[in-house]
């Protein structure tokens, strides 16, 4: 069965019976702000995709790696590598998850037939791994927010590779961090991939595109699993553009900055400090933690009614909030003044 996320507002809608223009949709943590579309020529419609260097050099200026395979979103990746690895190293059975994160990781590696670990807070014990193990890490995670640092991760990547084993880092929402805060200028062997997407931080995840860093090997394996035409012709020419667009970037970053802050501002203003624990997450999106569990789902369902649509944590006791802008910021506001009444 396919795993549940934020999106799919069309099932929402029907469900409470509100016309889909009529929400406010929050329900992932695509950046509100896009890249502009530019004029994409005639031909790039008409002809095949092809392998474009200039895209892949852009890529590898904006992720500061040496190597790295274009996709169809990052999630083409979490989804073979559990049987691309298996094949790899026969020994491999066990792999290490956060318990809270994106679910698909856990799904890929159950299908694949390993063993499932996950940890909470802190990452598993690094003399605990056991030979071959995968460990997977969602840097910043979604929705906790939680980060380790560079330093920590090197540890790991370091006692894996004395284990013959894989740390997959999945980046999704490092970019509204800064640029050294990610992995993947570190990435120089066969024992650490970093998974990046594109969609989230450019505000395009209908282009689909992702990227997978790695080394010469690995890159080889995933380009002949994926094939020639991947990535579409003009998702290649708007992702190459944005790219390359530093000063767009930089100011994207500002803006998620400052609406991220005005939200949790906004947040800690409507939710009384008796209904809530804190506030996680990152310029993407906010997570709000309630003392009490059943409140998350509460809140949920009268925000609903009025036609905002956050996200619901699969373990039902949290929310997390995509960024909005600051002409929709007092409708959030009201509406969410308005469910802790109702709960009260
Ligand atoms: C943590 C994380 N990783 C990866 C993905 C997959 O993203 P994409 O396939 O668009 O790159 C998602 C999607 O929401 C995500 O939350």
Redesign the pocket.
């Known amino acids: 069965m396919a795993l549940m996320?934020g999106g799919q507002l069309q099932q929402v809608a029907e469900h409470y019976k509100i016309p889909m223009a009529d929400w406010l949709d929050l329900s992932?943590?695509i950046a509100p702000t896009c890249y502009s579309i530019p004029n994409i020529p005639l031909n790039v419609w008409q002809q095949l995709p092809q392998q474009n260097p200039t895209l892949i050099a852009a890529a590898k200026q904006y992720y500061q790696c040496s190597q790295l395979v274009i996709t169809n979103?990052?999630?083409a990746i979490?989804k073979a590598l559990p049987g691309v690895y298996r094949q790899k190293n026969a020994s491999s059975e066990d792999v290490y998850l956060p318990e809270r994160?994106?679910k698909?990781h856990a799904h890929a590696w159950k299908m694949a037939g390993y063993n499932l670990h996950f940890y909470r807070n802190a990452l598993p014990e690094i003399t605990a791994l056991s030979a071959g193990c995968v460990v997977v890490i969602?840097n910043p995670n979604?929705p906790t927010g939680q980060y380790f640092n560079v330093n920590i991760i090197k540890q790991y990547h370091q006692q894996l590779k004395q284990l013959n084993g894989l740390l997959v880092l999945?980046e999704?929402?490092v970019d509204v961090m800064p640029a050294e805060q990610s992995y993947c200028q570190q990435v120089n062997d066969s024992h650490c991939l970093v998974?990046r997407?594109?969609?989230k931080f450019f505000g395009l995840?209908g282009i689909?595109i992702?990227f997978l860093v790695a080394n010469n090997a690995w890159c080889k394996t995933f380009e002949a699993l994926l094939g020639p035409w991947q990535v579409n012709g003009p998702a290649q020419t708007v992702a190459e553009q944005a790219l390359c667009d530093t000063h767009w970037q930089e100011k994207q970053k500002q803006t998620l900055k400052q609406l991220s802050t005005a939200q949790e501002n906004k947040l800690l203003q409507v939710f009384p400090n008796t209904l809530i624990l804190a506030i996680k997450g990152c310029d993407l999106f906010l997570t709000v933690e309630f003392r009490q569990s059943d409140s998350a789902k509460k809140l949920y369902h009268l925000l609903c009614q009025q036609g905002v649509y956050c996200r619901l944590a699969d373990e039902q006791d949290t929310l997390r909030f995509g960024i909005t802008t600051a002409d929709t910021l007092e409708r959030l506001a009201i509406a969410c003044a308005k469910a802790c009444k109702q709960l009260s």
């Open positions: 996320h992932t943590g979103g990052s999630q979490i994160g994106y698909e969602i979604n999945d999704a929402f998974l997407s594109f969609g995840a689909r992702g």
